[in-house]
């Protein structure tokens, strides 16, 4: 039809002049739109007005399966659909029972066909409104939201006509307060309006501040179970808003039945060439905690299509890490596993011209508008023996591609299948030459494994309409790709690329240096995963990005540890202390509780001598107003002895440096309480101590209107300090790498891997809460 004539038709149904041309941009809209126009145009035989062209519109961009267009159209035409909110209702009826045939008697139920509302009700239904809000009404008059009222018209009202129900709003508010006043075309000052992304990412902030310590947060299951998400029962994806159907789509959905019981399936597909940080925590407790939850399977399988970039180092890290954080896969799966089925499929998909082999290069592909392939359009069969040299190695990498024939939401045009590659593969070799991209394989993957919930983060929202397409294109069974926000932290980075480039410059020392948030990382700085998986509870599964402050995980790392980690007394910066009036002729043993708070839990013994270290910051010759610790004439008490110390002598080096102190001791019991008790240790273990700080002095380092020189030159100087020489009491003699403790006063720490005989080392995992009133 002539663009004319179309232009004529659709403005015939009531659309602008303007919104005819601009449909007709669309192709599918405007094939639709035609065709209902016809249909009706046959149905009636005469004209069709505004209100029935308007609603015809609404059918042809609204209905996702062409099959029911004749159905409804005819119930448009014959009026026994005449408003939008049966025409809602119409529309998804039909895409929630893409089943044939259509039971017209539920249907019209569903539909409220032949139901009339009379004036006199919508008189009423509005009247009750206006009871209900009545005093507000006459407080804020003609500032008042009418939009409620009339909301609350339609509720009472499901089928009533919005511009009737409108009409009556108008008609019985001006009534009750007469005609508009000067003050009520005053403008209403505007209350900004947090977006709704703002006011998720806020919720999960004050989830993890306030959460399971004032008992509020629920469990990572709680939040997954049952009905919490929303999300599809198991085959029943086609209730999904968005969800595209074919005549094959409910067949299908019974083979998947038959095939997985009714059962979850989940899958955590990452990618071998790098090692799982923070945000992949919150990825793997959302894809095996909701299978968990709802008494499914989880998959994990590797995103194994690029070899040049993996390595094995990285499967084990990651199937370690999985099964740190508690999970373990139903199965371990890799892509690489189906690649004969997708060649198979591949070569199926040119069949029915859904593809074809491209030469353009990649750098002509970059960029927002890419010019459209000259090979689109080249026969099938030229494809099919193109795509065979490809598999038997006849071009160069970068010679040839195969492309999908579709249209992205982001606008990409024909993303890539497959490429070229002659890099072997870690488990099939030299077998192929060609892999298939993500955008190719991930739908494909999901649904050879029958996965039910294909969950992923919002950047690959883009993605889904490829998803949907390539399902349906080759009849395969189609999972629902549901999206989620993304996990990260202040005072870091994440990317693959920009850790790198961080160990390359020797700022770190690898993918598990304890100041980066890899897993690894988290693990080695003594994060116990409980705490990891506690935090991403508390975020919850948010829609929006969230961007958390470092100390929110700090804060769930002190929850677990408080009630795991035994006590223990460390000295960072010795001061030794020589007791003239030692009560015995030799060292007492002191009995030191594992966990203070509960004295079931067992206690340690470590030797109480003449000689013992303090921290040099316990004493001062000279104290300021409000100092608490040892000072002359002013005795503390050390910590589980029972025994207050008082100063006697100080002796100074040659610099004046404090060298020794020499005290007496007493009794607790025996004289006036002192003010404060602190920690000492005596014939200590010498060890290594790593005191951490954030990597990076700004908030966002990979900002540049934060740090306009980049992320490299924001380093934080001081994020590592090592204490060559800590004393550490020798009841920690025999811990192990990844043992931890409560140094007590200082903070929390883990033995580092870095250990061996005869030499501990130890990473501050988190500082003990700050205390106002400490000095």
């Given amino acids: 039809m002539a663009t004319a004539d179309s232009v004529s038709l659709f403005t015939g149904l009531g659309l602008s002049e303007h919104k005819a041309r601009e449909t007709l941009k669309n192709a599918a809209l405007s094939a639709q739109l035609r065709e209902a126009a016809t249909q009706a145009q046959q149905t009636l035989g005469s004209a069709i007005d505004k209100a029935t062209g308007t609603l015809l519109y609404g059918v042809a961009s609204r209905l996702r399966d062409p099959r029911r267009l004749p159905f409804l159209v005819r119930y448009v035409a014959n009026k026994k659909i005449h408003t939008e909110a049966q025409l809602s209702a119409a529309l998804e009826y039909v895409r929630s029972h893409p089943l044939d045939p259509i039971d017209p008697v539920d249907f019209e139920r569903e539909c409220g066909v032949g139901i009339e509302v009379t004036p006199e009700q919508i008189e009423a239904a509005v009247e009750v409104a206006i009871q209900r809000h009545r005093p507000q009404l006459l407080e804020e008059r003609y500032h008042f939201n009418m939009g409620l009222l009339m909301g609350e018209a339609r509720a009472a009202l499901k089928w009533a006509d919005g511009k009737m129900i409108k009409h009556e709003v108008d008609m019985q508010v001006l009534h009750l307060l007469g005609p508009k006043r000067e003050t009520d075309l005053e403008k209403k000052p505007k209350v900004a309006k947090a977006r709704p992304e703002e006011t998720e990412q806020r919720a999960a902030k004050d989830a993890v501040e306030n959460g399971e310590a004032a008992g509020q947060a629920l469990s990572l299951m709680e939040q997954l ?193 497959y490429r070229v590659k002659y890099t072997p593969h870690h488990r099939t070799g030299d077998t192929w030459c060609i892999y298939p991209t993500y955008d190719y394989t991930h739908c494909l993957c999901d649904s050879i494994e029958h996965i039910t919930h294909s969950l992923c983060t919002k950047e690959f929202q883009a993605r889904r309409s490829s998803y949907f397409w390539l399902c349906n294109a080759l009849d395969v069974y189609c999972p629902v790709q549901w999206e989620y926000g993304r996990l990260n932290l202040h005072y870091a980075v994440v990317s693959k690329r920009k850790i790198l480039q961080l160990v390359a410059n020797g700022a770190v020392r690898d993918w598990d240096d304890p100041r980066l948030f890899t897993l690894t990382a988290l693990r080695r700085r003594g994060f116990p995963p409980e705490a990891i998986n506690n935090f991403c509870a508390r975020v919850g599964v948010t829609v929006a990005q969230t961007t958390m402050e470092p100390h929110l995980l700090e804060a769930c790392v002190r929850d677990v540890l408080n009630d795991t980690a035994p006590r223990a007394m460390a000295v960072l910066e010795p001061l030794q202390v020589l007791i003239t009036s030692f009560p015995a002729a030799k060292p007492l043993d002191i009995q030191v509780p594992n966990f203070p708070a509960d004295e079931t839990k067992g206690s340690h013994q470590v030797p109480f001598g003449p000689i013992v270290f303090i921290e040099r910051t316990d004493f001062k010759e000279e104290p300021e107003p409000g100092y608490k610790r040892l000072a002359r004439g002013q005795p503390v008490g050390l910590r589980h002895t029972g025994y207050v110390i008082e100063l006697q002598r100080v002796t100074k080096g040659p610099g004046g440096c404090v060298e020794s102190l020499e005290v007496t001791c007493r009794k607790a019991d025996a004289g006036e309480k002192p003010k404060a008790f602190i920690h000492w240790v005596s014939q200590p273990l010498t060890c290594e101590i790593r005191l951490y700080e954030p990597l990076f002095q700004h908030k966002n380092p990979e900002d540049p209107a934060e740090v306009p020189g980049g992320f490299l030159s924001d380093l934080n100087p001081a994020s590592l300090r090592v204490v060559e020489a800590a004393l550490v009491d020798c009841s920690v003699a025999r811990a192990k790498p990844f043992d931890k403790f409560q140094f007590e006063r200082l903070g929390y720490f883990s033995v580092d891997p870095d250990s061996h005989e005869g030499q501990l080392v130890f990473n501050r995992t988190v500082t003990l809460k700050e205390d106002p009133g400490k000095v």
């Avoid at 005549?247 to 399936?265: D, I, P």
């Avoid at 799982?276 to 959302?286: D, E, R, T, V, Y």
């Avoid at 905690?289 to 399977?297: C, D, L, Q, S, T």
């Fill in 225 to 417: 179970r049952g009905e919490a998400l929303k999300f599809h029962k198991p085959g029943e994806n086609y209730k999904t808003p968005g969800y595209v159907t074919t005549a094959h789509t409910m067949e299908l959905l019974r083979q998947h039945l038959a095939v997985t019981g009714g059962q979850v399936r989940t899958r955590f597909p990452p990618e071998p060439n790098g090692i799982l940080h923070i945000g992949h925590a919150k990825a793997i407790n959302f894809n095996f905690g909701y299978a968990k939850a709802n008494n499914g399977i989880c998959f994990l399988r590797f995103d194994d299509t690029n070899p040049e970039k993996e390595e094995a180092r990285f499967f084990t890290a990651i199937c370690d890490m999985v099964a740190w954080l508690g999970y373990t896969p139903y199965k371990v799966t890799y892509a690489s596993d189906y690649f004969d089925q997708l060649y198979v499929w591949a070569v199926e998909l040119i069949r029915r011209g859904q593809a074809y082999v491209c030469h353009q290069r990649g750098e002509e592909l970059k960029g927002h508008n890419p010019p459209p392939s000259p090979w689109r359009d080249r026969p099938i069969e030229e494809s099919l023996l193109l795509f065979e040299a490809m598999r038997k190695g006849k071009f160069a990498e970068g010679e040839a591609t195969l492309r999908m024939k579709l249209v992205m939401e982001d606008g990409k045009m024909d993303p890539v299948a």
